[in-house]
């Protein structure tokens, strides 16, 4: 599964600066400059240092790690339109600078990895790096984790009732005489217009191996 809604290439970088935000506990206005380590194939693909509609976001690096420093890059909203004006996405966006490393390059496509440097303005510099990042078989999500990923895409469309009858079908599954108790949940319980919610979930970071 897919833990954040961007180019999965990408994944890598954004966990191994969540990691450090949420170490360290960052703020925007304590980063000077972020570098990022990829494969010649990112640069080029997803080195975008201004996408103004929501696909460009998703696969434009500079745009995700600053999501990932200042925003939540594992919020869908954070891609859509009305969100990538974020000020402080924004001004991480411009100190975000991609370097093509061989290491990275040697190992691609069998892993995606990334290795990242914040420099603060204290003079400090920190280092995270990730070769598979979460989601992926070498560092599968928990079954709660793809559960929290079905209640919050569903809450704009399902009610939470009917978002926890789907899921208590999908894990009675096997058991299941039929399909019925599982098409009937998928059925019942839509949203309409400002019946829409939008549940917080508690979101934990992933945590990148530091280098």
Not at 36 to 48: F, K
Not at 153 to 177: F, G, M, S, Y
Request: aromatic residues 4%.
């Amino acid at each position: 599964m897919k833990a954040w809604p961007c180019c999965s290439l990408l994944h890598s970088a954004v966990q191994a600066l969540e990691s450090l935000r949420h170490e360290h506990e960052l703020s925007p206005a304590q980063i000077k400059h972020i570098r990022i380590n990829t494969s010649r194939r990112v640069i080029a693909q997803n080195g975008d240092p201004d996408p103004r509609e929501s696909m460009a976001a998703q696969y434009s690096l500079p745009f995700c790690a600053g999501a990932a420093l200042a925003g939540d890059a594992q919020d869908p909203v954070t891609f859509e339109p009305q969100s990538l004006g974020n000020a402080n996405v924004r001004a991480l966006m411009g100190r975000t600078e991609l370097v093509e490393d061989a290491e990275i390059d040697g190992q691609f496509p069998f892993h995606f990895g990334a290795k990242v440097e914040v420099a603060l303005v204290s003079g400090q510099v920190l280092r995270a790096a990730v070769l598979d990042p979460h989601g992926t078989p070498a560092d599968p999500c928990a079954v709660g984790e793809i559960e929290a990923k079905f209640r919050r895409l569903t809450a704009t469309v399902k009610t939470v009732d009917a978002a926890e009858r789907i899921i208590a079908a999908a894990r009675n599954l096997k058991e299941a005489p039929s399909l019925d108790e599982l098409s009937n949940a998928l059925r019942d319980g839509n949203l309409k217009g400002d019946e829409a919610i939008s549940p917080a979930e508690e979101r934990r970071p992933v945590s990148a191996k530091i280098s």
